[in-house]
């Protein structure tokens, strides 16, 4: 297990510094906080998991009526969608109108049919990352299992071949390399909400760190 607390150490101090904030009424185009960039940048654990389209596979697993495992020919067979969203990082960088393409996160749950008690997920990936969700936040329009961005597949280090996208929070919630979506009854902190991030992560409300409102 390699050691975190250097990496751990220098995003907490880049999310705390100070960049050039919006005023209120100014610029709302972007959450307070956030700098926009017009590059893309790479943000993770530097462990690059090698996944390829043919090894590649989505587990759907936990409280829902019917698990199932998709390989890339069953995830391409289902509805495919465009979304254009806004992608806001916690180390302050925001780039606008990613238009990721994929399959609404939505259509997965429908396959599955979580039980009653359902009401968080875990997203796992193959670099062993894993974040958390309120089933609720994977329901809305914009959130895909996304294969494609800017017009080209998603790179390797983007978390090709598939990664979550969920541009109503910060960046961390968006797994790259997804492997699985576990559905359960409570809430399970993932690796940054177990690190000192906050567990809600809504930009537009500054949620940075478990200590911000
Ligand atoms: N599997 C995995 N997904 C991850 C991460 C990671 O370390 N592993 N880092 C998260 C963080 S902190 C950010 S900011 C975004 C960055 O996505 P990008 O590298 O495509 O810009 O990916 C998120 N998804
Ligand atoms: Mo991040």
């Known amino acids: 297990m390699p050691n975190w607390s250097k990496l751990i150490e220098a995003k907490i101090r880049l999310a705390r510094l ?81 238009d990721w393409e994929g399959v609404r996160v939505r259509e997965l749950v429908m396959l599955v049919r979580p039980a009653e008690q359902a009401r968080f997920v875990t997203l796992y990936a193959a670099d062993g990352y894993t974040t958390n969700l309120p089933l609720d936040a994977l329901l809305d329009d914009d959130v895909l299992v996304a294969h494609s961005v ?42 940054w909400e177990t690190r000192g991030y906050h567990n809600e992560a809504d930009p537009w409300k500054e949620q940075r760190f478990d200590s911000d409102a």
């Not at 960039?37 to 590649?56: E, H, I, N, Y």
């Not at 969203?85 to 109108?97: I, K, N, P, Y």
């Not at 280090?157 to 576990?182: D, N, Q, T």
Request: hydrophobic share 40%; glycine share 8%; proline share 8%.
């Open 150 to 191: 800017l017009g080209k597949p998603l790179s390797a280090e983007h978390g090709g071949p598939v990664r979550m996208v969920v541009p109503k929070r910060y960046a961390w919630k968006s797994a790259k390399w997804l492997s699985g979506i576990e559905f359960h009854a409570e809430d399970r902190p993932g690796f």
């Open 18 to 98: 100070g960049a050039k904030r919006s005023k209120p009424g100014e610029n709302q185009r972007v959450p307070p906080g956030q700098k926009v960039v017009s590059d893309f940048p790479v943000l993770d654990l530097g462990l690059a998991p090698q996944v390829t389209q043919a090894s590649w596979r989505l587990r759907l697993s936990g409280l829902v009526e019917q698990e199932i495992a998709l390989d890339w020919a069953a995830f391409r067979a289902l509805p495919q969608v465009r979304d254009v969203s806004d992608f806001h990082c916690v180390t302050r960088w925001s780039r606008l109108d990613m």
